[in-house]
Structure formats: C-alpha cells, structure tokens
C-alpha cells in the first residue's frame, strides 16, 4: 500500500520584493537576476514563521481534500528556516490546526519535502496510518546573508502542502545524499557554551553557486531516467515534471538532456524565487489548481539542495 495525493494547497506572504526593489539596496540588476536566474519577484515574510505559513497552506490543502485535522494520522514539516527549532514546525502546525497525531520535522535543505513525502510512504506501507498532511515551508529570507548578491537574489519565503490517503500513487522514488559543507552550508549560529572553542559562524546560506549548479543538472537528469525506468515506464510517459525551482537554466539544461520538451516542466520561479523545501509543494498546488492533472496522469517530482541531497520520485495522479 502507498498513498495517493488528494489535496494540495498553498500559501505565500504578502509583502513582494521585486529585483527593482533589490537593485536600490545592492549591486545588482532585474536583467541579471532574470538573465542567469529567471526571477523577477518573490514573496517575503515580515512576520509570519514558517511554521505559521505552513499552517495556511496546510489549511487549503485540507479544504481541497475535505479532510479534517482530526482525521489526519500523521503531520510531516520539511523546512530549515522555522523561527524556533523547538516546538518543531511540525508541532506548532498540529497545535494551531487542532490536530492530534503524531508530527515532526524533516530537515534535508531544498530537497526536504520529497524526503518528507519518502519518509510518510513508509508509514502508508506499513499500514500505520490513512491520512497524512506533508508540508514544505521556509522563510528563507531569515538565513540570507543580505549583503551577498550571490544569494541574496535567488531566494523567496513561502509554504506548500499536500494531503496523503492510502492509495497506489507512489510509484517508485529515490532519496540521496552526498555529504559534506564544501558546496553549500548552513550554520545554526550561535553557540553559548562556555567550552565550545570554534569561532561561531553566522547562521547565513554560503553556497558555491556553480557547483551547486552542475550538481543539480546532473542529479535532475540522471535520476529522472532512472527512476522512470525503474517504474517500467519511459521519461516520454511523464505528463508533467515538478522541479526544485532554483534556476530556470537549470531546469531549461535539465529539459534538453532528457529530451522532455520544457513545457513539460511547470515553472513558477519567476514569482516566487526558490523557496527551497517549500518550492515543489507549491508548484505542485499551482499545477493541480490550473485544473490540468487527470486522475492517471504521471507526474515527476525532483529537487537537489544542501547535504548535499538529491530526491525524485514519479506518482499517478
Ligand atoms: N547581480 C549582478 N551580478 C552578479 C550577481 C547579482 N546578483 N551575483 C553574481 N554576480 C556577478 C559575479 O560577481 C560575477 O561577476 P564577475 O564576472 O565580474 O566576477 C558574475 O556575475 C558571474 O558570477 P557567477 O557566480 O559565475 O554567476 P552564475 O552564472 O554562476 O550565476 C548563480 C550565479 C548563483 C545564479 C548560479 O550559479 C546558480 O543559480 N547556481 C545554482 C544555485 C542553486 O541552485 N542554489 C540553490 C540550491 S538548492
């Protein structure tokens, strides 16, 4: 037994930050940003937690699927920018939803929600539960050094959801992860202990952009064809492909190798920059709410960040 995806749901604060925006406070260009990139905007949260924007993400997934908190057996967060570590985004989602199953926190960087949707099949294979909510949320905008250009500029804040029940929509998926803070690296801060002797480093996204780059089009392309093949099927019976929204040349390098055409693959980068666990849960409501996804439809979910870590899978709609 897998599960099947019933209900998705999204949710974006409402302050926008465009490139122009950006332009005014660092050095910096709309063209360059949506030359290299594809951004021209994203959504950044002045007050909201991650946790807080999962919840209203979670809440329209829940209202698509016509479940209610208290019929979910499982509440599973990806995220690695909540306000606080303890109580998890997990639990501060359970809590203002007034569930009451068991939830916790996923953390494996941008690839995390596929991690999360991974982790909660084998609840579903296991016969443990019938319902299960898998948010993504991130307020990247909290661990962004905003004086590196390099970074500051691909990043945006936002939540995605998607409700599970029992059904036989996972088809075949793979989770990896290649060790180590050379490529990208995310500090926790600061460190109060008296006994500690490392010098604290702030608690910033540093990432080598076009390792991370090279990474990522390998990963996307090689895992598709093999995860497709895996599931007895071909990349040409993929309808569409829901990627990691990092960098639309990423995606455009990834589409040409697996000789997918690109409108195959959606693509909301522009709006919301790459909201990194948050990204796939909601292209993923984009997608399912344009009305376009048919009971049947295959479909590839795929994303690549920090760990460095790698996640696709290929689900029936
Ligand atoms: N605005 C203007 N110029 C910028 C800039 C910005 N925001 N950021 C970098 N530049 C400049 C650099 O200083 C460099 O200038 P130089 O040639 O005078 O030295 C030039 O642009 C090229 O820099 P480079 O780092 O080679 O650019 P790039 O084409 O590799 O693009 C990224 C940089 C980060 C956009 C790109 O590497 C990328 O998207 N990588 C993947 C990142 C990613 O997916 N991260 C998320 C992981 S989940």
């Not at 639990?91 to 929600?113: E, H, M, R, W, Y």
């Not at 409700?163 to 793979?174: A, I, M, N, P, T």
């Not at 080598?208 to 996307?220: L, R, S």
Request: net charge negative; charged share 25%; proline share 3%.
């Amino acid at each position: 037994m897998s599960f099947r995806i019933i209900g998705t749901g999204s949710y974006v604060p409402e302050k926008v930050v465009t490139n122009f925006d950006l332009a005014e406070v660092i050095d910096t260009s709309d063209e360059w940003i949506k030359q290299r990139v594809g951004i021209s905007e994203r959504h950044i949260s002045t007050d909201e937690s991650a946790a807080e924007m999962g919840y209203k993400a979670a809440l329209n997934a829940l209202e698509m699927s016509n479940v209610k908190p208290e019929e979910l057996d499982l509440i599973i967060v990806a995220s690695i920018s909540n306000d606080t570590i303890c109580p998890t985004a997990a639990g501060t989602i359970q809590k203002l939803l007034g569930a009451k199953c068991p939830a916790f926190d996923v953390n494996s960087a941008c690839s995390g929600f596929l991690f999360a949707i991974d982790t909660a099949a084998g609840f579903f294979a296991r016969g443990k539960v019938k319902k299960a909510l898998v948010v993504g949320s991130e307020r990247m905008s909290r661990i962004i050094d905003w004086n590196d250009r390099g970074t500051c500029v691909i990043f945006g804040d936002g939540a995605g959801a998607a409700v599970l029940e029992e059904g036989d929509g996972y088809l075949e998926s793979k989770i990896a992860t290649y060790g180590g803070d050379d490529v990208i690296k995310i500090p926790s801060g600061t460190d109060a202990s008296p006994y500690y002797n490392k010098e604290t480093e702030a608690a910033h996204v540093f990432m080598d952009g076009q390792e991370t780059f090279k990474f990522a089009v390998n990963t996307i392309t090689s895992e598709i064809q093999e995860i497709t093949e895996k599931a007895g099927l071909s990349v040409d019976d993929i309808k569409y492909v829901v990627p990691h929204q990092a960098n639309i040349r990423i995606i455009q390098f990834a589409s040409k190798r697996l000789g997918l055409p690109m409108e195959k693959f959606f693509v909301n980068i522009e709006k919301y920059g790459n909201t990194s666990a948050a990204s796939i849960p909601m292209a993923l409501d984009e997608l399912n709410r344009t009305g376009d996804l048919k009971r049947g439809d295959i479909i590839a979910m795929t994303a690549f960040g920090g760990g460095l870590s790698s996640a696709t899978c290929i689900i029936k709609w």
